[in-house]
């Protein structure tokens, strides 16, 4: 039976793309929102995705990959060269 909408809770998970230091990509890392926000905002998610790797490397017996950088997924980057007006337009 389908579920009905609206049942999904909005906002539960805050998603993030991944890059390692081999130049690999994951998307859509899951992150649970209540870990997120305050003083800190995203830094939290990059101890929460690390721990993740940790998990995945133990169970196929692989070892984790070192992350390069993580950001939110969607969010756009920002051209430091470019000033922070012209950006939004």
């Known amino acids: 039976m ?6 999904n809770p909005k906002g539960e998970f805050a998603f993030f793309d991944v ?3 081999d130049g ?11 870990l997120l ?3 800190d905002k995203d830094k939290p998610a990059l101890g929460y995705i ?8 133990e169970k196929s017996g692989r070892p984790p990959l070192a992350i390069k950088s993580i950001r939110r997924t969607g969010a756009k980057d ?9 950006q939004r337009q």
């Not at 690999?24 to 209540?34: F, G, I, L, T």
């Not at 690390?50 to 490397?57: F, G, H, M, P, V």
């Not at 430091?80 to 012209?86: D, G, I, Q």
Request: net charge positive.
């Open 2 to 7: 389908p579920k009905k909408p609206g049942t």
């Open 37 to 39: 926000g305050g003083l």
């Open 78 to 86: 920002i051209d430091p060269s470019k000033p922070y007006r012209a």
């Open 50 to 57: 690390i721990e993740q790797d940790r998990e995945i490397a």
């Open 19 to 21: 890059v390692y230091e």
């Open 24 to 34: 690999s990509q994951r998307s859509n890392r899951r992150v649970p929102a209540e």
